[in-house]
């Protein structure tokens, strides 16, 4: 099962974090290379007036050995809330930055290799 927490940490602060919400989602059967699972959705008593599952729901046909986490995610939050989400972000993109570039060194390199003696006992 994987069980996710959202917290909110105001201006970056870990020592004052909210809880907004839980996630789990329980495998619940397939086959070694396609999954099966049940989704639930919470949200902290905070924005909830009552702690209980917020939305809930199944999906299946996860590709296990082609996907990982993050993709398992997606496709949970995707069967709950898809629907009302779908095409409300429209300049969504990868932000992260390219590698730098590193300078090479010689095609060839020089190693030393040191003979240890036997270790006792």
Not at 17 to 41: Q, S
Not at 86 to 96: L, V
């Amino acid at each position: 099962m994987l069980h996710i927490i959202i917290e909110l940490w105001p201006a970056g602060d870990s020592s004052k974090a909210r809880p907004l919400g839980e996630i789990k989602i329980a495998n619940v059967g397939g086959t070694r290379e396609v999954g099966n699972y049940r989704v639930e959705l919470m949200k902290s008593p905070e924005y909830a007036s009552k702690p209980a599952i917020w939305r809930k729901g199944f999906f299946k046909g996860f590709r296990r050995l082609e996907l990982g986490p993050y993709d398992l995610l997606y496709q949970a939050l995707k069967a709950l809330v898809g629907a009302r989400s779908d095409g409300t972000i429209t300049n969504a993109r990868d932000t992260m930055e390219p590698p730098k570039r590193i300078e090479q060194g010689p095609a060839t390199a020089s190693v030393t290799c040191l003979k240890l003696p036997p270790q006792e006992g």
